[in-house]
């Protein structure tokens, strides 16, 4: 499976973050998955590029040129693809990815969230999206797109659009049901 992840860059957010991160790679690795992911070396993203690594995954780095020459791409990746820009990075890793796990982010990864849900709801691209909602974190978000719904500016059906998980591993055995027929 060629799993898309979305997650932050910060190495000041809280160690929880960045451990859910490692996690979620290790079990990338241990599943025989491929990381397709924005190929940062802090934060959270680089939790999950080492752990991935060392598990054996294919890490795919997609990374806008900006970011890669101020040295801030992951070195131990199977892959490196530089972008010119972050409109370029996401479509690459939606593209490359048959699916997407969505860890707890800032402005970027919530923009890289929304363009999927967006693609899925014009049925652009059919790529499942799980959120992984650790310690409640994206709990606002999920309530906002309730509010949406109440005022009918979703879909009816929109919950198909996007599932939510407890951890980065929960949101893996999910995808894997998800892309596999099951719930």
């Known amino acids: 499976m060629r799993v898309a992840v979305y997650c932050a860059s910060s190495d000041e957010a809280h160690h929880s973050f960045r451990d859910d991160a490692a996690a979620l790679?290790?079990?990338?690795?241990?599943?025989?998955?491929?990381?397709?992911?924005?190929?940062?070396?802090?934060g959270s993203m680089g939790a999950l590029a080492e752990a991935?690594?060392?598990?054996?995954?294919?890490?795919?780095?997609?990374?806008?040129?900006?970011?890669?020459e101020r040295g801030l791409t992951y070195d131990g990746s199977t892959e490196v693809h530089v972008t010119e820009d972050m409109?370029?990075?996401r479509k690459m890793?939606?593209?490359?990815?048959?699916?997407?796990?969505?860890?707890?982010?800032?402005?970027?990864?919530?923009e890289e969230l929304s363009e999927m849900l967006v693609l899925n709801q014009l049925e652009l691209v059919q790529k499942p999206v799980v959120l992984t909602n650790l310690n409640g974190y994206w709990n606002p978000l999920w309530n906002q797109f309730e509010q949406m719904a109440a005022h009918r500016m979703l879909p009816t059906g929109y919950q198909k659009l996007i599932r939510q998980a407890t951890d980065g591993v929960a949101a893996l055995v999910l995808l894997q049901e998800l892309l596999t027929g099951g719930s």
């Open 87 to 89: 409109q370029q990075r």
């Open 93 to 110: 890793m939606w593209e490359r990815s048959e699916g997407v796990i969505t860890l707890p982010g800032g402005f970027g990864t919530l």
């Open 25 to 42: 790679g290790t079990a990338i690795g241990a599943g025989g998955h491929q990381l397709i992911y924005g190929g940062g070396n802090i």
């Open 52 to 68: 991935a690594s060392a598990a054996g995954a294919s890490v795919i780095s997609v990374i806008p040129r900006f970011f890669h």
